[in-house]
């Protein structure tokens, strides 16, 4: 529970006095504690809302668009979530660092600098936040997130690092689990985990549980391989996918424990190894990994970046799911389109085939060859002989019975929250100027009593 924000939204309803009782009742309730000891912590934070909420300096506020996070789908990797991450790339801006080669805007999972001769892959992946009670696994398959987003990059991955957050509640524990989770990935591939952080959620603030957090990891290369690279004539290729976080996710909130053993596994990450030790990169144009939304959600994308029209074959991508993890989502009534399934894609030329299954084939990993690319623009399911377009929901296929309630559907007023996103960003940009202005003329020195000014 957020108390902060409990305290917030309560006194804009009824006065200090009723906002402190119904607040130390509510700690009391969560922490087992007497009620005047919770009737002390909630006058502290009552005190320190309301001076928090006298703000005379502008870098305090912020624009309030008046849409959520959950309104809007962030997160849910669909429509909306994809959009909110083109305008991040709009606030990040083009800073002119003659270093970058790929940003956000590029809408690949990880970003690229060049060091001399030397490109520098950087990604980083949050913990699925329905595993926040299974630490070991969320660590697990949040390492090899950030593992496969540097490897589809035409990168090797040289360190890994961390980010821990759990709740005042939760048990210490959960630290260890998950660092074990981590690290067990890190041990079957010998890429180090060499630095990290671990913190309370909002420090006295939160009560409960909860844990959240993300892994990250660095890779090197001398070429890389974004999606923008796809060209037309090439051929998709799919690697088996058993899902990470989502399939596990399924698995856990329906009862289906047996199905969680299949998504326990490095076949994405060997076969990528396998790539490198046949030096087979420099013959493959584009790498991805199928994550955000599944296929619906990448596809978009990499015809979106690449400007050409991607192609699938309907049975030949079904062949790519692990039959275990298709048939529960079938029964489910979950589209695989629609979630991660953690394949690997590779977009390459017709000539380059071969040697890349057999290479992938020889890491024990099965492969298919799913589609093709093509002049135009838009991702294409071919069925019974017809090509109909696919498309990302509004929010990824809904996969755990909370979601099936929540619903995919676009919301009616999607246009206008669309335009109260803009103009959130459009006062970030302003503020970052202005900012950035200020610090400039003060040559990095700036008084905060000159910023309140702005």
Same mark, same amino acid.
């Given at each position: 529970m957020d108390?902060?924000?409990f ?17 130390a ?7 087992g504690?007497s ?5 002390k ?7 320190? =809302?309301?001076?928090a909420?006298s703000?005379?300096?502008f &870098?305090?506020?912020?624009?309030r ?8 789908g962030? +997160?849910? @990797? ?10 991040i ?26 060091v001399g001769?030397?490109?520098?892959? %950087?990604? *980083? ?5 329905r595993?926040?009670e299974f ?8 390492? @090899?997130?950030a ?6 990059m ?11 957050h ?5 048990? %210490?524990?959960?630290i260890f689990?998950?660092i ?10 010998k %890429? ?6 671990t ?16 892994? +990250? ?12 690279n796809a060209?037309?004539?090439?051929? $998709?290729?799919?690697? #088996?996918?058993?899902?990470? +976080?989502t399939i596990?996710t399924?698995? $856990? ?11 326990l596994? &490095?076949d ?9 030790? /046949?030096?087979l990169?420099?013959k493959i ?5 199928v ?6 959600g990448?596809?978009?994308? $990499?015809s ?12 030949e991508?079904?062949k790519a799911?692990?039959p ?11 589209d695989?389109?629609?979630v991660s399934?953690d394949?690997l894609?590779?977009i390459c030329p ?6 890349? /299954?057999?290479?992938? @084939? ?6 298919y060859?799913?589609g093709?690319?093509?002049? +135009? ?10 090509k @109909?377009p *696919?498309k990302?929901?509004?929010?990824e296929?809904?996969?755990t ?14 246009e #206008?929250?669309?335009?109260? =996103? ?5 006062s ?7 900012? &950035?202005?200020?610090?400039?003329k ?13």
């Amino acid at each position: 529970m957020d108390i902060e924000g409990f305290a917030r939204r309560m006194l804009k309803k009824m006065g200090d006095e009723k906002v402190i009782q119904s607040l130390a009742e509510r700690i009391s309730e969560i922490k087992g504690w007497s009620l005047e000891k919770s009737k002390k912590w909630a006058e502290a934070v009552v005190l320190e =809302v309301k001076n928090a909420e006298s703000k005379s300096n502008f &870098i305090l506020e912020y624009h309030r668009s008046g849409v959520t996070m959950g309104e809007f789908g962030v +997160g849910s @990797r669909g429509k909306g979530d994809f959009y909110v991450h083109k305008k991040i790339a709009e606030v990040i801006g083009d800073g002119k660092i003659s270093t970058t080669i790929l940003s956000t805007k590029d809408l690949d999972d990880a970003g690229v600098v060049k060091v001399g001769d030397l490109y520098i892959s %950087v990604a *980083i992946d949050g913990i699925h936040s329905r595993l926040s009670e299974f630490p070991f696994i969320a660590g697990f398959h949040v390492t @090899r997130a950030a593992m496969r987003d540097i490897y589809v990059m035409g990168s090797q991955p040289i360190a890994v690092f961390s980010d821990i957050h759990i709740a005042d509640d939760g048990d %210490v524990s959960k630290i260890f689990d998950h660092i074990a989770g981590i690290s067990t990935v890190c041990d079957l591939t010998k %890429v180090p985990l060499v630095s990290g952080s671990t913190l309370r959620i909002g420090g006295d603030m939160v009560i409960g549980e909860r844990m959240t957090g993300g892994v +990250g990891c660095v890779g090197v290369s001398t070429q890389i391989t974004p999606r923008k690279n796809a060209k037309e004539g090439d051929v $998709i290729l799919l690697t #088996e996918g058993a899902g990470g +976080g989502t399939i596990v996710t399924t698995a $856990i909130y329906y009862g289906r424990h047996e199905i969680i053993e299949h998504t326990l596994n &490095i076949d994405f990450l060997n076969a990528c190894s396998a790539l490198f030790r /046949k030096n087979l990169i420099g013959k493959i144009h584009s790498m991805s990994d199928v994550t955000n939304g599944g296929i619906r959600g990448d596809a978009e994308e $990499i015809s979106s970046v690449s400007h050409k029209a991607i192609v699938f074959d309907g049975e030949e991508v079904r062949k790519a799911v692990n039959p275990e993890v298709l048939q529960m989502l079938e029964e489910l009534e979950i589209d695989f389109m629609g979630v991660s399934i953690d394949s690997l894609m590779i977009i390459c030329p017709r000539n380059s085939v071969e040697e890349i /299954k057999e290479a992938i @084939r020889g890491a024990g990993v099965k492969v298919y060859q799913v589609g093709w690319v093509e002049s +135009g623009e838009g991702a294409y399911m071919l069925e019974d002989g017809k090509k @109909r377009p *696919i498309k990302p929901r509004f929010r990824e296929s809904a996969y755990t019975p909370i979601k099936k309630v929540v619903g995919e559907a676009t919301p009616p007023d999607f246009e #206008e929250m669309r335009a109260r =996103v803009d103009k959130a960003v459009e006062s970030a940009i302003k503020k970052k100027k202005l900012v &950035i202005e200020k610090l400039s003329k003060k040559s990095g020195v700036t008084k905060s009593e000159e910023l309140s000014k702005g």
